[in-house]
């Protein structure tokens, strides 16, 4: 799953918040807050013409060391899901394995809007442009099947042979 400017869209009283439910010292919240909020920034074209002053009102600064653990914190409490989860910022995938397509259709779909939701609440948004579902199974005549009304990526299982190189199963 993939978030649409991330990064550029943490809202930064949400943030807070959630600094305060991690950290215990308030001091410590304020100045990261103070030091991920106060930024501002000018537009200078190649020509040498530039815009005026403009302050960001929401996002981490994506350059650095720190943006990407204010981001895990930021979405740290994201809701449960029958699938397995896994992030690291804004990389999010979920994982599931169940014999019958209909069941892993049916929990992804629903994991999916769960998650959708939550993100929503968090001025985040899923990027459906980007978003894709990947299929992994032995079985070679459901290769065109569509999850969910739509054509999807399925790949058969790689193996290693003998040889350590990989090869289709």
Known sequence: ??????????????LALKLLQTISDRHLVRFI???VSNRSFILRTSDGQCSRL???????SQGSTLAPMLFNI??????DTVSTQRCYADDLALLFSHKC???????LSLDMQRIAEYLSA?????STAKTTCTAFHLNT???????GGHRQRYHHPLLPNSNLT???A
């Open 166 to 168: 990989w090869s289709h």
């Open 74 to 79: 930021y979405i740290s409490d994201i809701r």
């Open 1 to 14: 799953m993939d978030l649409t400017a991330a990064f550029d869209t943490v809202w930064h009283q949400g």
């Open 101 to 107: 397509w209909s069941e892993v259709e049916e929990v």
């Open 54 to 60: 403009r302050r960001l009102k929401n996002g981490v």
């Open 33 to 35: 807050v103070d030091f």
């Open 141 to 147: 005549r459901e290769s065109s099947r569509k999850l």
């Open 122 to 126: 968090w001025r985040l948004r899923l």
